[in-house]
Structures are given as C-alpha cells and as structure tokens.
C-alpha cells in the first residue's frame, strides 16, 4: 500500500521536484515501509514525536520539520533536522540563528508565508515578510541558510481559489528572490501542495511537495 503509493505519486512528479512523505500520527513500522521502498525524506510536525522516532529509524533519512515550532523547543531540533519549512515568525527565525551558532551548525529552513482563507493558520503574511526581510540584515545570519518559501492553500473545494493561493506563494518567493540579492543562490525551495492539492501546486511551481495522507492513510493517533 504505502510503497505503491510513493511510487504512484514518485511516478507523476516532474524532474526536479521532492517529495517529503508526511508521516505525522503515523507508528515508526509506516515510516519503516516507506523507507523500504527509497524514500529518505520526512515530514514530521510535532517535536516530540519526532525526536522519538529519529533515533528509531535509520540515520539516512532526512527530516523535515514542518509544524509550528514553539520556541522554547527549538534548541532541541536544531542539529537533528535538515530542514525547518514552517518558520513564521521574526522571533523564530532569531532564535534559530541563536540556537544553531550555539550548536554550531548551519539550519535550512524555508520561510512559511500565509495566503489561505483561515484565520487559524501560521505564517508571515506576504508583506509582513517583505517588512522583515527589509529590517533585518541577512548577512548578519551566519547559522541560518534560508532556502525557500513553504505556504498552503485554502482548504476548500474549490480549485479555482487553491490554484490562486498557490499562484500568489509562487508570486511572493520570485518577488522575494528579485528584490533581495543577498538572500543569496540557495534561495530556491517552492514547498506547496499536499495529499489533496499537490498537482495544482507543481503546476504553480512547487519543486517541493509535502503528502502524507495520500501515502500512509488517515492519520492513526
Ligand atoms: C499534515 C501536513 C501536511 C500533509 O497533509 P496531507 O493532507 O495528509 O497530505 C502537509 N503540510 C503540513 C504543513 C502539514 O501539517
């Protein structure tokens, strides 16, 4: 079932975009399976399952984190993952730097923007980030690599209004690129799209899509 899954969706991504298979809620003997079957990246959302499942999986997978990270939790990430798609706050990112300098390591992360229709949802709004990036003086960043943006769409049936979201993170991300040079090269990540989205997001752009229901199932706990 889930090998088939990653095949079917392997399958369908044009050249040049990545898969991260969402496995939150789901037990180590999933990730296990997917493992089997070549995949290497991750998704997990919520810090302490993922820390339980790092050392219980082989050390060639990388993780991505890419839920809300409260900031008293960063120290303890930061070092183990490749990748924080889901910074969405000025206070995050500092900190991030802050911890990495102190670990001494160099953190990807991608900056998570919000277009959505929810009031719930996380992320910079498109000129909240624009202001931020202004502000602050990206070179000052030694242990923050920023790779990217991440967004998602509204959750509505309606494609015409997910492909516009869509559109607009796609937007921001070359706004982004063109407008701040010393953001530097790797500055190259679209993360958009999941189980019930992604070909509407690779069709706008996304070179990174995030899925787990449509691999693993409903989420079990
Ligand atoms: C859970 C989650 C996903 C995956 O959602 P599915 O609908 O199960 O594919 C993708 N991105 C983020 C940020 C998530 O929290």
Redesign the pocket.
């Known amino acids: 079932m889930i090998a088939k899954a990653i095949k079917q969706i392997h399958d369908q991504l044009p050249e040049g975009v990545e898969l991260v298979a ?1 496995s ?1 809620f789901h037990p180590v003997e999933a990730l296990k399976e997917a493992y089997d079957a070549g995949q290497r990246l991750f ?1 997990e ?1 919520r810090v302490q399952e993922l820390l339980k499942k790092i050392p219980e999986l082989p050390d060639d997978i990388r993780w991505h984190f ?2 809300h990270l409260q900031t008293n939790k960063v120290k303890q990430i930061v070092g183990k993952v490749a990748m924080i ?2 910074v969405d706050s000025p206070k995050l990112f500092e900190l991030i730097n802050k911890e990495s300098e102190a670990a001494g390591v160099v953190t990807n992360i991608l900056l998570q923007i919000h277009v959505a229709d929810e009031e719930t949802k996380f992320g910079f709004y498109p000129q909240e980030l624009f202001d931020f990036l202004n502000e602050i003086d990206i070179s000052q960043y030694n242990n923050i690599r920023i790779c990217g943006i ?1 967004g ?1 769409a509204t959750n509505t049936d309606d494609k015409n209004r997910v492909k516009e979201d869509f559109l607009r993170i796609a937007l921001v991300f070359k706004d982004i690129k063109n407008t701040f040079a010393s953001i530097g090269d790797q500055f190259t990540k679209i993360s958009m799209g ?3 989205d992604w070909p509407i997001a690779v069709e706008e752009g996304s070179n990174l899509v ?5 691999i693993f199932g409903e ?1 079990q706990y």
């Open positions: 969402v939150k998704g959302s890419i839920g798609e889901s991440m998602m999941m189980s019930g995030r899925i787990g229901t449509a989420r």
